[in-house]
């Protein structure tokens, strides 16, 4: 059978996105499957994996998701769906061209937008099936007439609960004749709950009022007394991103959370001890199960919809009044304080996802097909047609998924290439040439890469190839890459320099390295602040000799370069601590806005070494952590007698390389 599946865009790592590849990933194994993209490039994102014998075809390559190439609102989607706006006129005429003439079997829509496209385009003998991936109860009120008018058009509509299907215009539904069935959303199950303990609380959705991102942030604050070791990581876009990044501010959680300005991978639940779902209402279960899928424990409000739907209490997580703060907190606490209850709802929580795992998914909706009957419904006639017969195979896309051990190690899985005998890692550094190979067991799927042995490798990138037995290299592609073992450093204790390496999805999609080699270095660790002073505290590793006068530099960036002495620098068997002093740089500016690198140096004179935060997971801090600004009033005439006062405004940020730095910047 072709089936089709129609979605907004595969372009990004979204929610909607990864319902389309998982629900591609459960058919394409009996069926030929096309994901239909309405906007965007055709080439999908790295990260929804989507299986190489499942087809894409864009409708409009060149336009993005949230684009519009023409002025024209659309006529197809019902006016006032929470969808309208991301279609015009010229969505329509493409996605009636596409339907009208691709022959396929089966049509799935997965959005209420889609599905009204759907319901009234001719599709020539398909079965027209939409999945509605929010209560129909969230739609306005003006909506739900015309919503049900149009899908008595369809086959099947696939609810989001069974809850949902109770709502009355369901039951409409099913007095036309249209069949009505629950069928969960599909998710990626983890091969395993045994991953590594991160110390990272994940809390993911859109900014917006009802997510409650707020009372996630104070219930978390409440946490570090009893829990100081663990990082919160909030995911999403939307509106409230600034009022987000001033609480944070506000609670003195700048050096214990970070935000994305994304939504959230698999792979990032995967990465979490704990996922925070804090919404005091859902439109759907999926943000939870796909915690649960990944083998991650969730601490989730009781809403319908929700947790509710999938979970019970302490079956893979615990549930918590809505708006209830004290509460949160102390289901947090549980969890961070018992590391065998989280081990033990690791387990519970893939046991309750995998009921909507790709396969068990893929038998339901086969089920559905099998029981509708093409064009039985709706204007376009009862011929059904046959045809479509077993899936293509699977195109061969070298790709390779990573998952970073905390004893230094790294699993490599292959896809898409045969034959393969080593995996080659190849740096780009100029001038130097140098590879690392690593041999391939498993029938030439698997291979582990010793990130000591990556130590020859010099600062900057690298590139990984799968090479067969003739020597020919194939360039891998960024397939999953997990990285929750990354903030371990114990296997960097026998080596005499400082050696990390991250791996990450270049611009084009394909598995690159982020290499960093250095005599030495000055790991950074917390950040505090007081009235006139930065706290800082961190390790050492290198080619350190404490031994003369230890001391805080600051070096301007700009010209006349200058380093200065900052603060007083305390040693302890591998540690640091430093106090520095906000008053040298914000007297010593020459300029209304410039920039300061922080230094260390051990007093015996060696060159100086910058403070960084590295030995992490992150291969780039400065987007997704942000420290508070000190403020206060400096002289303004730093060339002769005080004529005035300025305000002066010095705030610490990472650069590129995850360094700390300064930027002072006199406001007026």
């Excluded at 009996?30 to 309405?38: L, N, P």
């Excluded at 299907?165 to 039951?171: F, I, K, L, R, S």
């Excluded at 300029?591 to 960084?612: I, Y």
């Amino acid at each position: 059978m072709n089936i089709d599946i129609l979605v907004h865009t595969l372009a990004t790592d979204s929610i909607g996105a990864r319902a389309a590849a998982r629900l591609a990933q459960s058919l394409a194994t009996r069926h030929r499957v096309t994901v239909v993209a309405a906007r965007g490039a055709a080439a999908p994102h790295p990260a929804l994996r989507l299986p190489g014998n499942v087809g894409v075809l864009a409708l409009a390559p060149s336009v993005g998701a949230g684009d519009r190439d023409d002025d024209s609102t659309s006529q197809l989607v019902i006016a006032g769906d929470p969808e309208f706006r991301r279609y015009n006129r010229a969505d329509d005429g493409r996605l009636r061209k596409h339907l009208s003439g691709s022959g396929a079997d089966a049509v799935v829509a997965l959005s209420s937008a889609l599905g009204a496209v759907l319901a009234q385009c001719r599709t020539p003998h398909a079965r027209r099936i939409a999945r509605q991936p929010a209560p129909v109860e969230r739609l306005p009120e003006s909506v739900r007439a015309r919503w049900t008018e149009l899908y008595r058009e369809l086959d099947a509509v696939v609810p989001l609960s069974q809850g949902d299907a109770a709502a009355p215009e369901y039951q409409a539904l099913r007095g036309a004749g249209v069949e009505v069935r629950h069928i969960a959303e599909p998710v990626l199950l983890a091969e395993s709950p045994a991953k590594p303990s991160t110390g990272v609380v994940i809390n993911a959705g859109r900014l917006v009022s009802h997510r409650r991102v707020d009372l996630a942030l104070h219930a978390f604050a409440r946490t570090h007394d009893a829990q100081p070791g663990w990082q919160l990581r909030v995911f999403g876009t939307g509106p409230l991103r600034r009022e987000t990044r001033e609480l944070v501010t506000a609670l003195g959680l700048h050096d214990r959370v970070l935000l994305f300005d994304r939504e959230a991978g698999e792979g990032d639940y995967y990465d979490a001890d704990i996922a925070l779902v804090t919404a005091e209402r859902l439109d759907s279960a999926r943000p939870v199960l796909e915690s649960l899928a990944q083998a991650t424990p969730v601490v989730a409000t009781d809403v319908p919809y929700g947790a509710t739907e999938v979970l019970s209490e302490g079956h893979g997580g615990l549930l918590v009044p809505v708006g209830d703060v004290d509460a949160t907190a102390r289901a947090l606490e549980r969890y961070m304080g018992d590391e065998l209850l989280r081990t033990a709802h690791r387990t519970q929580a893939l046991r309750t996802a995998r009921p909507a795992g790709t396969e068990q998914i893929g038998d339901a909706y086969e089920e559905l097909l099998t029981e509708i009957k093409a064009g039985a419904r709706g204007r376009w006639g009862q011929r059904r047609r046959t045809g479509g017969g077993a899936p293509t195979e699977e195109r061969r896309l070298p790709t390779a998924d990573c998952r970073v051990l905390p004893d230094g190690m790294w699993e490599i899985t292959l896809r898409g290439v045969s034959g393969t005998r080593t995996v080659r890692v190849k740096e780009q550094v100029r001038g130097s040439e140098n590879t690392v190979d690593f041999p391939v067991g498993n029938g030439g799927t698997e291979a582990r890469i010793d990130a000591r042995a990556l130590a020859v490798l010099g600062e900057g990138r690298a590139d990984l190839y799968a090479v067969d037995g003739r020597g020919k290299e194939s360039r891998l592609r960024y397939g999953r890459c997990t990285l929750g073992g990354a903030r371990d450093v114990g296997h960097l204790g026998d080596l005499n320099h400082f050696h990390w390496v991250l791996p990450y999805a270049s611009e084009g999609g394909y598995l690159r390295l982020r290499v960093w080699s250095r005599p030495s270095h000055a790991e950074l660790m917390t950040v505090d602040y007081d009235d006139d002073r930065l706290r800082l505290t961190g390790w050492l590793q290198g080619q350190w000799q404490p031994g003369g006068e230890p001391l805080l530099l600051l070096r301007r960036r700009q010209e006349p370069a200058r380093t200065l002495p900052a603060g007083r620098v305390r040693f302890d068997n591998g540690w640091f601590g430093a106090e520095l002093n906000m008053s040298e740089a914000m007297r010593s500016r020459l300029l209304m806005r410039e920039n300061w690198d922080v230094l260390l140096t051990d007093g015996t004179g060696g060159a100086p070494v910058r403070v960084a935060r590295i030995a992490d997971d992150q291969v780039v801090r400065r987007d997704v952590q942000r420290f508070p600004e000190l403020v206060r009033e400096e002289p303004t005439d730093l060339f002769g007698p005080d004529a005035g006062r300025a305000v002066v405004g010095l705030r610490p940020y990472f650069t590129a390389d995850n360094e700390l730095s300064l930027v002072v910047t006199e406001h007026h």
